[in-house]
């Protein structure tokens, strides 16, 4: 206390010191035309402060507000998600559809909503950090003039079906499978060769987005696509005949199996035929004997001295 | 509130990350193809990271690679500044 006393008074006596040195106490006057002054600035100040402080309380009692009342919570939010967009609106302005459309032609730019893909690889990116504006002004660009995947990519460019040949089987007579297997071994070495011819060009002029993701070969142009769908067109065309050709020979089949039914209920009916005819054949044939032995008999009877003679003057 | 339009990315490691699109478009003259999406993550000011990527295309699969030439980060920073100018 001694001390704090001790330098209050220095305080007193520096501060005597300095009206010592020629430093002047302040004049009534002056004190009664400055405070006021300040008074006014601070009661401004406080207005101030007040008047922003009420909207806080205000959105705070909103959000504290207990679950009794639903409607008075809803109307509350209503009236939020009201004044929301209003203020947004007065810091967004976005840009109209028609503007947005400008930018789009002078930019030669195509916008999509969406990635037509259904499976999506990422290799690697580029990192931007933009403004929370971009962001909006991104998805209000998209939400208003981007394209749908069916607009970018018109129906009429998908690739035609192959006319599908009609063969009149009833018209096919002769049977000769050695044509119909040799056409069909051509026709599966010409998907074959299409399908080496693919790869080939596909290994030349693609290079794996995995293996060098970035160079500009990775990129396919117009140009390959339209020669890779010629290809893909020319081998689907010819698996198409491979298929209608398959068809015929399952019709020749079809008509062999046929062809050996009837043949064998053929032969079997020959067959049967025969036998009758063997056994006819071999009932001639008895009465043949028969009759020939009775011949034979009465040659013998008829014809012994002949005989015997004959024996005696072989014997001389 | 636009309902977001969220792509699932298959990772180099196999595994799947989803994203939100923001936008995929393509120039006319070259026919380049590219996405911008995001993770929705955002910096102490509010700002927001997007990744923009090339698409490459293989049958229905396709492939999001960098942007290795500069001018065309440049075509694609001014494309995005173009847009942000309120005109």
């Known amino acids: ?9 220095e305080k007193k006596v ?7 040195k020629g430093r002047k106490p302040a004049k009534l006057s002056t004190f009664k035309t400055f405070y006021p002054k ?4 601070r009661n401004k100040l406080r207005k101030t402060v007040e008047s922003q402080q009420p909207v806080e309380n205000k959105q705070e009692q909103v959000v504290a507000q207990p679950t009794v009342n639903t409607s008075v919570e809803v109307k509350n939010e209503v009236q939020q998600s009201q004044q929301a967009p209003k ?17 789009v032609k002078d930019l030669n730019v195509v916008f999509y909503n969406d990635v037509p893909a259904t499976i999506i690889h990422l290799d690697s990116y580029r990192r931007l950090r933009v403004a929370s504006l971009v962001y909006k002004i991104l998805l209000h660009a998209k939400k208003v003039v981007a394209l749908t995947p069916e607009q970018v990519t018109p129906v009429n460019n998908l690739p035609e079906e192959p006319k599908k040949e009609t063969f009149d ?14 056409s069909e071994v051509n026709s599966s070495k010409a998907v074959v060769d299409n399908e080496v011819k693919l790869d080939e060009f596909l290994n030349k002029n693609i290079i794996h987005p995995e293996s060098q993701p970035t160079t500009e070969t990775s990129i396919v142009d117009d140009k390959i696509m339209n020669d890779i769908n010629s290809l893909l067109k020319e081998n689907s065309s010819t698996e198409d005949s491979i298929a209608t050709q398959k068809e015929i020979l399952a019709s020749l089949r079809k008509r062999i199996e046929q062809n050996k039914a009837l043949c064998e209920a053929k032969k079997q009916e020959l067959e049967e035929e025969n036998m009758a005819l063997t056994q006819e054949l071999n009932g001639l044939l008895a009465q043949v004997n028969q009759l020939s032995d009775i011949a034979s008999q009465q040659e013998a009877f008829l014809g012994i001295n002949n005989s015997e003679e004959e024996y005696k003057g072989k014997v001389a | 509130m636009e309902e977001k339009k969220m792509i699932t990315l298959t990772l180099e490691n196999g595994t799947k990350e989803e994203v939100e699109l923001l936008l ?5 003259d070259n026919n380049k193809e590219y996405v911008i999406y995001t993770k929705n993550e955002t910096d102490e000011n509010g700002n927001v990271t997007i990744y923009v990527s090339n698409i490459t295309r293989v049958g229905e699969e396709i492939t999001l690679n960098t942007i290795s030439d500069d001018n065309e980060w440049s075509r694609i920073k001014d494309l995005l500044r173009e847009l942000s100018k309120n005109e």
């Open chain 1, 1 to 9: 206390m001694l001390e704090n006393c001790t330098i209050l008074d």
């Open chain 1, 14 to 20: 520096f501060g005597n010191e300095a009206i010592s």
């Open chain 1, 38 to 41: 300040t008074v006014e600035i």
């Open chain 1, 87 to 103: 203020q947004e609106d007065n810091v967004i302005q976005f840009p109209s559809k028609e503007v947005l459309e400008k930018k």
């Open chain 1, 169 to 182: 089987f009833s018209q096919v007579s002769n049977i000769d499978l050695t044509n119909v297997v040799q």
């Open chain 2, 24 to 28: 995929s478009f393509k120039f006319n």
